[in-house]
């Protein structure tokens, strides 16, 4: 039994005395134990390929702060690694493949993984970072959604314009749909390995699903992800899931309906507006805008509070950024945003 269980308390929308905190990109470049675990694996595919220093690296902003939730530390994109395409990261540039989806064919070719075979190092991970929380907080699995997994997979990479993606969908858009129900599939298969693996709660990053048209939106990136909530509360009816789609305000009812337990909301989201349109009806996790973070103590703190007292003291709140923390924030101005819920209290 964990001893701090607040989060999975708040993701069932019991009633707390102060929220859960935990934050996207916990554990990462803006801290310097991180660094130098990160320079000692040699480059950053292998560390996410090193099971005990993934662990490593996850325990640290548990053990710099007290946060309410550990976790996995892995990439977004190990799927599409693991069928074939071959990712790298390029300094200063972001996440490359050595191939790329361009045709129909190479959609047709793409296989279906087993998580515990090609990989089995992010299960050890999970199962290592498991063992050295010793039960204290939850750890959080993890994903991408199969709409910024696809992104990633036919841009080779960051776009700007994703001009390749949406050539697919608004071009061979049942090709786009197969490519995505594939994709679907092999994530519920990854995150139902990571429960088994001893993940306590799984969230789907859906980075960009904000750059689609509603109805695109619907078809290509929500209908997947409720494909996903479906089966996982089939499977592991007991694990809530997290939904996050960056830029994705607009569509939190639709978001609801796919009955998910959490739903992350970006910085651009007023967190009041968000509560009384949904808040009865799942829990809401955010959403302080990293770019506060470079601020001071004072404003960090003033702004930590305006969020928490605009959710109106109603349960299912969690505490978090909007997006990652960024790599030049100070690790200090982190502590005092986190101190900060730590210390507050509902009426």
């Given amino acids: ?21 935990w934050l996207m990109r916990q554990a990462g470049r803006y801290l310097p134990e991180y660094l130098r675990v990160r320079k000692q694996a040699g480059d950053f595919m292998s560390l996410c390929r090193t099971p005990e220093l993934c662990c490593e690296v996850a325990m640290q902003p548990i053990e710099r702060f007290n946060l309410d939730s550990a976790i996995l530390f892995s990439d977004i994109l190990t799927i599409p690694d693991a069928m074939g395409l071959g990712l790298s990261f390029a300094e200063n540039h972001g996440p490359q493949f050595a191939k790329r989806i361009e045709t129909v ?21 999970v199962q290592t970072t498991k063992a050295a929380l010793s039960n204290t907080v939850p750890l959080i699995g993890f994903s991408g959604s199969p709409w910024t997994l696809a992104t990633y997979m036919i841009e080779g990479g960051s776009s700007r314009t ?6 697919l ?11 995505l129900d594939l994709l679907a599939d092999n994530v519920i298969a990854y995150l139902k390995a990571q429960v088994e693996a001893g993940a306590d709660v799984l969230m789907v990053f859906d980075t960009w699903g904000g750059v689609l048209t509603r109805a695109c939106y619907q078809r290509f990136s929500l ?29 939190l009812e639709d978001l609801v309906n796919t009955g998910c337990a959490g739903l992350g909301l970006d910085w651009t989201c007023d967190i009041s507006s968000a509560v009384e ?4 009806q799942v829990a809401l996790q955010g959403n302080l805008d990293p770019g506060a973070l470079y601020g001071t103590p004072e404003r960090i703190e003033q702004e930590t ?15 978090n950024l909007g997006h990652g923390i960024e790599p030049g924030v100070e690790p200090e101005k982190v502590k005092v945003a986190v101190d900060a819920v730590l210390s507050f209290r509902y009426n």
């Fill in 1 to 21: 039994m964990l001893k701090n269980d607040r989060l999975l308390r708040a993701l069932r929308r019991e009633r707390l005395d102060r929220p859960p905190v």
């Fill in 105 to 125: 064919r190479d959609i047709e070719s793409l296989p279906v993984i087993d998580p515990n075979d090609s990989l089995g190092y992010v299960m050890q991970a």
């Fill in 162 to 167: 994703f001009s390749r993606s949406k050539s």
């Fill in 169 to 179: 969908i608004y071009s061979e858009p049942p090709a786009a749909d197969k490519l």
């Fill in 223 to 251: 209908a997947p992800m409720q494909k996903i909530v479906h089966a996982i509360a089939k499977s592991c009816p007991t694990v809530p899931v997290i939904l996050f789609t960056k830029g994705g305000g607009a569509w």
């Fill in 277 to 280: 349109r949904v808040g009865d």
């Fill in 305 to 319: 509070l305006q969020i928490l007292k605009a959710y109106n003291n109603k349960p299912g709140h969690i505490f």
